[in-house]
């Protein structure tokens, strides 16, 4: 079955360190999302991307980035580990849109401390 | 600006009882609408959605959503509730067209007592 995978699922690092999280589908979507989510905010998006080599900026993108060299992957970096970047990170996709929002479908998430 | 508010942060029902949780959204053209739930340790699973046509939205494991514009919000319903209902919900609204962006609320505890 096609599916979106996260790993690590939990990950503990010291402040400065880059960290780099993993997202994987296996749908084929063309768009690919990276949302934080902290107690009080919901989900905020990072980052996206609509396709291999694209990339865009999300309400929170400070401190982040990503790359999409594939369809099936779209991995998140930390350059500079903050413990204010301590979240729960979720990776989503979806189909391409045709004139309407298509659902997204998350990934399990990644339970990231910065110490 | 874009926003979605979910005022209720913790509810708390019987098991057997009705359950309505609130959002209101702020969004200038026709809105695209979702509801999520988040069971603890998961991800986010889609319940239902609303892009057009009939305001009454059925979704998976008997919830319902109503669409009125007038008062710009798109609440969730279940007739009776099930302990399995216990979870996390959020509201969100789809922005930008095609670009599949989703703004969400903040989200709704809902606790269900035996």
């Known amino acids: 079955d096609a599916e979106i995978t996260q790993s690590p699922r939990h990950k503990i690092t010291e402040t400065g360190r880059q960290v780099t999280l993993a997202c994987h589908q296996t749908?084929?979507?063309?768009?690919m999302f990276w949302y934080r989510q902290d107690l009080g905010h919901g989900l905020r998006l990072i980052h996206y991307?609509?396709?291999?080599?694209?990339?865009n900026k999300g309400e929170v993108s400070d401190g982040y980035s990503v790359s999409r060299s594939n369809t099936e992957d779209l991995p998140l970096t930390l350059e500079s580990a903050a413990s204010s970047q301590t979240s729960v990170y979720f990776c989503?996709?979806?189909?391409?849109?045709?004139?309407?929002?298509?659902?997204?479908?998350f990934g399990p998430g990644t339970r990231l401390t910065v110490l | 600006a874009q926003s979605v508010t979910q005022p209720d942060i913790h509810i708390t029902v019987s098991e057997g009882a009705s359950l309505e949780l609130r959002c209101n959204y702020s969004?200038?053209?026709?809105?695209?609408l979702f509801w999520y739930v988040q069971s603890p340790g998961q991800g986010l699973q889609l319940l239902l959605k609303y892009f057009s046509g009939d305001t009454l939205v059925q979704g998976i494991k008997g919830f319902e959503a109503e669409f009125k514009r007038s008062q710009s919000s798109f609440n969730l319903r279940k007739p009776s509730v099930h302990w399995s209902d216990a979870a996390e919900y959020f509201c969100?609204?789809?922005?930008?067209?095609?670009?599949?962006?989703?703004?969400f609320g903040t989200g709704t505890l809902l606790a269900v007592q035996p």
């Open positions: 989503a996709s979806s189909p391409s849109g045709t004139g309407g929002t298509d659902t997204q479908y």
């Open positions: 969100a609204v789809g922005v930008g067209g095609a670009t599949n962006k989703l703004i």
């Open positions: 991307s609509y396709g291999v080599q694209d990339t």
């Open positions: 749908w084929n979507h063309n768009n």
């Open positions: 969004y200038g053209a026709t809105p695209y």
